[in-house]
T-cell receptor, first 115, second 112 residues
Framework: GAVVSQHPSWVICKSGTSVKIECRSL??????MFWYRQFPKQSLMLMAT?????????EQGVEKDKFLINHASLTLSTLTVTSAHPEDSSFYIC???????????FGPGTRLLVL | QKEVEQNSGPLSVPEGAIASLNCTYS??????FFWYRQYSGKSPELIMS????GDKEDGRFTAQLNKASQYVSLLIRDSQPSDSATYLC????????????FGKGTHLIIQP
Protein backbone atom coordinates (compact mmCIF):
# COMPACT_ATOMS: atom_id res chain seq x y z
CA GLY A 1 0.00 0.00 0.00
CA ALA A 2 0.92 3.66 -0.30
CA VAL A 3 3.42 4.97 2.20
CA VAL A 4 3.05 8.63 1.31
CA SER A 5 0.01 10.50 0.03
CA GLN A 6 -0.31 13.91 -1.59
CA HIS A 7 -3.31 16.13 -2.12
CA PRO A 8 -4.39 17.38 -4.54
CA SER A 9 -3.08 15.20 -7.35
CA TRP A 10 -3.44 18.04 -9.78
CA VAL A 11 -4.49 21.66 -9.69
CA ILE A 12 -5.11 24.40 -12.23
CA CYS A 13 -5.09 27.95 -10.97
CA LYS A 14 -4.93 31.51 -12.22
CA SER A 15 -1.73 33.51 -12.07
CA GLY A 16 -1.39 35.35 -8.76
CA THR A 17 -3.28 32.87 -6.63
CA SER A 18 -1.79 30.68 -3.91
CA VAL A 19 -1.89 26.90 -3.95
CA LYS A 20 -1.43 24.57 -0.98
CA ILE A 21 -0.16 21.01 -1.42
CA GLU A 22 -0.34 18.47 1.39
CA CYS A 23 2.03 15.57 1.96
CA ARG A 24 1.11 12.88 4.46
CA SER A 25 3.23 10.05 5.80
CA LEU A 26 0.83 7.14 6.17
CA UNK A 27 2.95 4.41 7.71
CA UNK A 28 5.26 6.17 10.12
CA UNK A 29 6.07 9.41 11.81
CA UNK A 30 8.47 11.69 9.98
CA UNK A 31 10.40 14.51 11.58
CA UNK A 32 11.81 15.25 8.14
CA MET A 33 10.16 15.35 4.74
CA PHE A 34 11.50 16.58 1.45
CA TRP A 35 9.94 18.59 -1.36
CA TYR A 36 11.08 18.16 -4.96
CA ARG A 37 10.07 19.79 -8.21
CA GLN A 38 10.28 18.25 -11.67
CA PHE A 39 9.87 20.21 -14.90
CA PRO A 40 8.99 18.37 -18.13
CA LYS A 41 11.81 16.11 -19.34
CA GLN A 42 13.98 17.16 -16.42
CA SER A 43 15.03 15.32 -13.32
CA LEU A 44 13.82 15.88 -9.79
CA MET A 45 15.36 18.86 -8.04
CA LEU A 46 15.32 19.13 -4.27
CA MET A 47 13.58 22.33 -3.23
CA ALA A 48 13.58 22.16 0.54
CA THR A 49 13.72 20.02 3.63
CA UNK A 50 10.69 20.21 5.86
CA UNK A 51 11.47 19.88 9.57
CA UNK A 52 8.84 19.15 12.18
CA UNK A 53 8.80 21.86 14.81
CA UNK A 54 11.34 24.11 13.13
CA UNK A 55 11.91 26.13 9.97
CA UNK A 56 12.34 24.48 6.64
CA UNK A 57 15.75 24.40 4.97
CA UNK A 58 15.72 25.67 1.40
CA GLU A 59 18.09 24.77 -1.41
CA GLN A 60 20.04 27.47 -3.15
CA GLY A 61 17.90 29.41 -5.59
CA VAL A 62 14.56 28.47 -4.01
CA GLU A 63 12.68 31.46 -2.62
CA LYS A 64 11.53 30.73 0.91
CA ASP A 65 8.94 33.51 0.83
CA LYS A 66 7.39 32.09 -2.32
CA PHE A 67 7.38 28.44 -1.32
CA LEU A 68 6.08 28.32 2.23
CA ILE A 69 6.56 25.05 4.07
CA ASN A 70 4.81 24.06 7.27
CA HIS A 71 5.52 20.78 9.02
CA ALA A 72 2.55 20.84 11.35
CA SER A 73 2.80 17.33 12.71
CA LEU A 74 4.88 14.18 12.44
CA THR A 75 2.73 13.00 9.55
CA LEU A 76 1.92 16.18 7.63
CA SER A 77 3.91 18.73 5.68
CA THR A 78 2.39 21.40 3.45
CA LEU A 79 3.90 23.38 0.61
CA THR A 80 2.19 26.61 -0.36
CA VAL A 81 3.09 28.20 -3.65
CA THR A 82 2.29 31.86 -3.09
CA SER A 83 1.36 34.20 -5.93
CA ALA A 84 1.84 31.43 -8.45
CA HIS A 85 2.97 32.29 -11.97
CA PRO A 86 3.07 30.19 -15.15
CA GLU A 87 6.78 29.43 -14.60
CA ASP A 88 5.81 27.68 -11.35
CA SER A 89 3.89 25.09 -13.35
CA SER A 90 5.58 21.82 -12.53
CA PHE A 91 5.26 18.41 -10.90
CA TYR A 92 5.72 18.76 -7.13
CA ILE A 93 6.66 15.60 -5.26
CA CYS A 94 7.29 15.04 -1.58
CA UNK A 95 9.27 12.23 -0.02
CA UNK A 96 9.62 10.68 3.39
CA UNK A 97 12.76 8.92 4.60
CA UNK A 98 12.24 5.44 5.98
CA UNK A 99 12.64 4.87 9.67
CA UNK A 100 15.50 2.46 9.05
CA UNK A 101 18.19 3.34 6.55
CA UNK A 102 18.16 6.14 4.09
CA UNK A 103 15.55 4.95 1.63
CA UNK A 104 13.05 7.66 0.67
CA UNK A 105 9.51 6.95 -0.34
CA PHE A 106 7.88 9.34 -2.74
CA GLY A 107 4.34 10.58 -2.80
CA PRO A 108 2.33 10.31 -6.03
CA GLY A 109 3.02 13.96 -6.86
CA THR A 110 0.95 17.05 -7.53
CA ARG A 111 0.80 18.48 -10.99
CA LEU A 112 0.38 22.27 -10.93
CA LEU A 113 -0.65 24.27 -13.95
CA VAL A 114 -0.75 28.04 -13.57
CA LEU A 115 -2.61 29.86 -16.29
CA GLN B 1 28.27 21.04 -5.82
CA LYS B 2 26.84 17.56 -5.81
CA GLU B 3 26.26 16.12 -9.28
CA VAL B 4 24.95 12.83 -10.56
CA GLU B 5 25.46 12.10 -14.24
CA GLN B 6 23.56 9.68 -16.44
CA ASN B 7 23.32 9.12 -20.17
CA SER B 8 19.84 10.31 -21.08
CA GLY B 9 19.42 7.73 -23.85
CA PRO B 10 17.14 6.48 -25.17
CA LEU B 11 18.65 3.06 -24.55
CA SER B 12 16.96 0.43 -26.66
CA VAL B 13 17.24 -3.22 -25.59
CA PRO B 14 15.54 -6.30 -27.08
CA GLU B 15 13.08 -8.17 -24.87
CA GLY B 16 14.81 -10.87 -22.86
CA ALA B 17 18.24 -9.22 -23.05
CA ILE B 18 20.20 -7.52 -20.27
CA ALA B 19 19.78 -3.76 -19.89
CA SER B 20 22.76 -1.96 -18.40
CA LEU B 21 22.32 1.50 -16.89
CA ASN B 22 25.22 3.59 -15.65
CA CYS B 23 25.69 6.54 -13.34
CA THR B 24 28.60 8.56 -11.96
CA TYR B 25 28.61 10.93 -9.02
CA SER B 26 30.89 13.78 -8.06
CA UNK B 27 30.53 14.03 -4.27
CA UNK B 28 32.89 11.59 -2.56
CA UNK B 29 30.98 12.12 0.69
CA UNK B 30 27.97 10.30 -0.78
CA UNK B 31 27.32 7.08 1.07
CA UNK B 32 23.94 5.91 -0.18
CA PHE B 33 22.82 5.29 -3.73
CA PHE B 34 19.46 4.51 -5.21
CA TRP B 35 17.86 3.53 -8.47
CA TYR B 36 14.33 4.69 -9.05
CA ARG B 37 12.02 3.87 -11.94
CA GLN B 38 9.71 6.57 -13.20
CA TYR B 39 6.90 6.02 -15.66
CA SER B 40 5.68 9.00 -17.64
CA GLY B 41 3.52 11.27 -15.49
CA LYS B 42 4.16 9.29 -12.31
CA SER B 43 6.39 9.77 -9.31
CA PRO B 44 9.55 7.69 -8.86
CA GLU B 45 9.38 4.24 -7.32
CA LEU B 46 12.35 2.65 -5.60
CA ILE B 47 14.01 -0.24 -7.44
CA MET B 48 17.25 -0.76 -5.52
CA SER B 49 19.37 0.83 -2.84
CA UNK B 50 23.08 0.14 -2.35
CA UNK B 51 25.42 1.37 0.34
CA UNK B 52 28.65 -0.65 0.07
CA UNK B 53 31.03 -1.58 -2.72
CA GLY B 54 30.15 -4.60 -4.79
CA ASP B 55 27.00 -6.14 -6.17
CA LYS B 56 23.53 -6.34 -4.72
CA GLU B 57 20.95 -8.55 -6.35
CA ASP B 58 17.16 -8.46 -6.05
CA GLY B 59 15.25 -10.62 -8.47
CA ARG B 60 16.02 -9.53 -12.03
CA PHE B 61 17.86 -6.42 -10.80
CA THR B 62 21.51 -6.10 -9.80
CA ALA B 63 23.01 -2.87 -8.53
CA GLN B 64 26.76 -2.37 -8.56
CA LEU B 65 28.73 0.25 -6.63
CA ASN B 66 32.37 1.23 -6.99
CA LYS B 67 33.16 4.10 -4.64
CA ALA B 68 36.76 4.40 -5.83
CA SER B 69 35.52 5.11 -9.36
CA GLN B 70 32.42 6.94 -8.10
CA TYR B 71 30.32 4.72 -10.30
CA VAL B 72 26.95 3.06 -9.85
CA SER B 73 25.19 0.76 -12.27
CA LEU B 74 21.96 -1.17 -12.59
CA LEU B 75 21.55 -4.37 -14.57
CA ILE B 76 18.13 -5.63 -15.55
CA ARG B 77 18.10 -9.26 -16.65
CA ASP B 78 15.43 -10.80 -18.87
CA SER B 79 14.16 -7.35 -19.81
CA GLN B 80 10.42 -7.04 -20.25
CA PRO B 81 8.41 -4.39 -22.15
CA SER B 82 7.02 -3.30 -18.77
CA ASP B 83 10.56 -2.29 -17.79
CA SER B 84 10.38 0.52 -20.35
CA ALA B 85 10.62 3.70 -18.26
CA THR B 86 13.06 6.37 -17.16
CA TYR B 87 15.56 5.17 -14.59
CA LEU B 88 16.84 7.73 -12.14
CA CYS B 89 20.08 7.36 -10.24
CA UNK B 90 20.21 9.21 -6.92
CA UNK B 91 22.73 9.78 -4.16
CA UNK B 92 22.75 11.26 -0.70
CA UNK B 93 25.30 11.59 2.07
CA UNK B 94 23.59 9.01 4.23
CA UNK B 95 21.69 9.17 7.49
CA UNK B 96 18.40 10.23 5.96
CA UNK B 97 19.01 13.88 6.84
CA UNK B 98 19.82 15.00 3.32
CA UNK B 99 17.57 15.07 0.34
CA UNK B 100 18.57 13.14 -2.73
CA UNK B 101 20.56 14.42 -5.68
CA PHE B 102 19.17 12.92 -8.86
CA GLY B 103 20.65 12.35 -12.26
CA LYS B 104 18.61 13.38 -15.28
CA GLY B 105 17.60 9.80 -15.87
CA THR B 106 18.08 7.25 -18.65
CA HIS B 107 15.10 6.51 -20.86
CA LEU B 108 15.00 2.74 -21.39
CA ILE B 109 12.99 1.15 -24.18
CA ILE B 110 12.50 -2.61 -24.25
CA GLN B 111 11.65 -3.74 -27.75
CA PRO B 112 9.20 -6.67 -27.97
Amino acid sequence: GAVVSQHPSWVICKSGTSVKIECRSLDFQATTMFWYRQFPKQSLMLMATSNEGSKATYEQGVEKDKFLINHASLTLSTLTVTSAHPEDSSFYICSVPARVGETQYFGPGTRLLVL
Amino acid sequence: QKEVEQNSGPLSVPEGAIASLNCTYSDRVSQSFFWYRQYSGKSPELIMSIYSNGDKEDGRFTAQLNKASQYVSLLIRDSQPSDSATYLCAANSGGGADGLTFGKGTHLIIQP
